[in-house]
């Protein structure tokens, strides 16, 4: 288990079952098959997607355990919190070398996980870049480490930011810090914000 932080809310024993079968499949190079769930109102688990990975690693992230595996169906990797994963079994089918997957044929790259991955979503981390207000310069590097790129910008008390990222992490990210934030690219980004921000003063501007 590669951990991003130290704890872990979830100790019910359904998650060292979900664990062990997870090391099992990853030992024995084998897919995972499992239902995927969401909460509904009602405030219990139901049934979102059935799910068929290929289990990579175990990782514990903001106090979560996730499972990194990659997807045939979807193409891609995919992060799924074990809390949220019912009916997990071994699958009969082999699981992709994840040294055939592009953009893993070294492996794993820890680092990038922490760096691009602050929310863990699956899409494919892309450039993106950033002003930030220099008090805020703290929270950039607390969130995405100091391989982060760093420049002096036009706009006084701003800094340049440059970095690898999950689109869908930086949108959550960018909001969050909203405040001294501005994304400057890439453009479909910063347009995305732009309407959630939009969307939201809507909100607040009705009477």
Known sequence: IYSVNDRSKTQSSQIFYIIDTVSEAILSCSQVEYDYNKYGPDKELHKSSFQRVSPYQLILHNQRYYLMGYSSYWQQMVY???????NIRISERSAVKI????????????????ASMP????????????????????????????????????????????????????????????ESCEVLSPPELRERIKNTLKSSLEKYEKT
């Open 99 to 114: 040294t055939e997957l592009s953009g893993y044929e070294s492996g794993i790259n820890y680092k990038n996980i922490t």
């Open 119 to 178: 929310y863990m979503f699956s899409d494919p981390p892309q450039r993106v870049t950033f002003l930030i207000n220099e008090k805020a310069v703290d929270h950039v590097v607390d969130w995405f480490g100091r391989d982060v790129k760093i420049e002096k910008s036009e706009r006084e008390g701003y800094f340049k930011i440059s970095l690898t990222v999950s689109l869908g992490a930086m949108h959550y990210w960018a909001l969050q810090f909203s």
């Open 80 to 86: 799924h919190r074990l809390d949220h994963i019912t």
